[in-house]
T-cell receptor
Framework: GAVVSQHPSRVICKSGTSVKIECRSL??????MFWYRQFPKQSLMLMAT?????????EQGVEKDKFLINHASLTLSTLTVTSAHPEDSSFYIC???????????FGSGTRLTVV | GESVGLHLPTLSVQEGDNSIINCAYS??????FIWYKQESGKGPQFIID???NMDKRQGQRVTVLLNKTVKHLSLQIAATQPGDSAVYFC??????????????WGAGTKLIIKP
């Protein structure tokens, strides 16, 4: 089946630094990827939709200059949290659209802690 | 799409009993519905899906029921096991022209299995 590999699974960084999260589709081409953020005991919140080769579409209230998304190839999308602050600490999840049957495959998530 | 819900309902079920998790969806134009299971610290895992031209679909130990009249979706888990402990999310998707393939997520239900 379709697999999305997300790395790192956990990261701790200092305030003011940047962190990059990678999502790779291992056995299929992902033309569309979604990035989510999830706070404890809450549902997934869509941050942005990225299509390969074009700029990401950000949801209202998500700062595009802070959460940089790059989807330069059909198998890799990255989310960079720039100038991270403690309030950016969260669980970040990527998801790829796998094909015409609306299949979605999720990464295993990244726990970001900003200290 | 935006996630809804700022709290996490909980369902406690005796091991071996059947579990029924309910979800009210929001968009009458939605034509695809998915149930996901999320274990602590992991990404969502696909359980079962159903399209709007069906009202019932069965998988291994799971059944999804769709009532379009009242915009209600349910997930039934037969003979609940300790490994079923997780948070369960329903997600809906409208036609591509209306949603850009984005999923709208329910608030989630935490399923606790009592021994």
């Amino acid at each position: 089946g379709a697999v999305v590999s997300q790395h790192p699974s956990r990261v701790i960084c200092k305030s003011g630094t940047s962190v990059k999260i990678e999502c790779r589709s291992l056995d299929f081409q992902a033309t569309t990827m979604f990035w989510y953020r999830q706070f404890p005991k809450q549902s997934l919140m869509l941050m942005a939709t990225s299509n390969e080769g074009s700029k990401a579409t950000y949801e209202q209230g998500v700062e595009k200059d802070k959460f940089l998304i790059n989807h330069a190839s059909l198998t890799l999308s990255t989310l960079t949290v720039t100038s991270a602050h403690p309030e950016d600490s969260s669980f970040y999840i990527c998801s790829a659209l796998t094909g015409a049957d609306y299949g979605y495959t999720f990464g295993s998530g990244t726990r970001l802690t900003v200290v | 799409g935006e996630s809804v819900g700022l709290h996490l309902p909980t369902l406690s079920v005796q091991e071996g009993d059947n579990s029924i998790i309910n979800c009210a969806y929001s968009n009458s134009a939605s034509d695809y519905f998915i149930w996901y299971k999320q274990e602590s610290g992991k990404g969502p895992q696909f359980i079962i899906d159903i399209r709007s031209n069906m009202d019932k679909r069965q998988g291994q130990r799971v059944t999804v029921l769709l009532n379009k009249t009242v915009k209600h979706l349910s997930l039934q888990i037969a003979a609940t096991q300790p490994g079923d402990s997780a948070v369960y999310f329903c997600a809906e998707n409208a036609p591509e022209w209306d949603s850009n393939y984005q999923l709208i997520w329910g608030a989630g239900t935490k399923l606790i299995i009592k021994p």
